[in-house]
């Protein structure tokens, strides 16, 4: 996969390590810090952007970590905030390694589905829910379609990956997109 946005609630620098590793340090990204100015600017560049939606371990004094952090973040951050649901109402996203319990997302998503309900869902890729009920009111919530992998097994994951490139791939060639 080759994304030209990523959104991280991780702190840490993995996806930029990651970028610079497999590209061969000829990765050119921009990483977009929730205070940053030029959030809009990065995103619009032809360059891939990273945003750290909590902040980023370089910046420890403005890592989101709790209750109070993540409240100070929405009101500190409006832009971000905005700019981070104007990306998930026009376009699906993927979350991987994510368990949709961060509270910012869900309200963002949340919002979305209220105001803007599509039948195009997002995708996570995600550990089998041990209970059918939940996945169903996270779907109908935050318009989520899950694949799933067994519990445990993370490595399997990217048969996940797999079958969502298929889908995508179907999608796609039953409506003549190339």
């Known amino acids: 996969m080759d994304p030209k946005t990523v959104v991280t609630t991780n702190y840490d620098e993995f996806i930029e390590k990651n970028f610079e590793h497999f590209s061969g340090g000829k990765s050119v990204h921009n990483v977009c810090k929730p205070k940053s100015s030029t959030l809009i600017n990065d995103l619009r560049s032809p360059n891939r952007s990273i945003v750290k939606m909590h902040g980023c371990v ?22 971000l905030f905005q ?18 319990s961060d509270p910012d997302i869900q ?17 996570a890729l995600m550990e089998k829910f ?17 694949i799933e992998y ?15 490139k298929g889908r995508v791939i179907d999608f796609r060639a039953a409506r003549g997109i190339v």
């Open 58 to 79: 370089t910046e420890a004094p403005n890592v989101v970590i709790d209750r109070t952090s993540y409240f100070l973040a929405k009101r500190e951050n409006q832009g």
């Open 83 to 100: 700019t981070l649901s104007a990306l998930m109402t026009v376009n699906t996203v993927l979350f991987i390694g994510y368990s949709i």
């Open 130 to 146: 041990e209970h059918s009920a939940i996945r169903h009111a996270i779907t109908k919530t935050y318009n989520i379609e899950f």
């Open 150 to 164: 067994p519990k445990g097994l993370h490595a399997s994951a990217v048969d996940g990956v797999a079958e969502l």
């Open 107 to 123: 309200l963002i998503l949340e919002n979305i589905n209220l105001h803007s309900c599509s039948e195009h869902p997002h995708y």
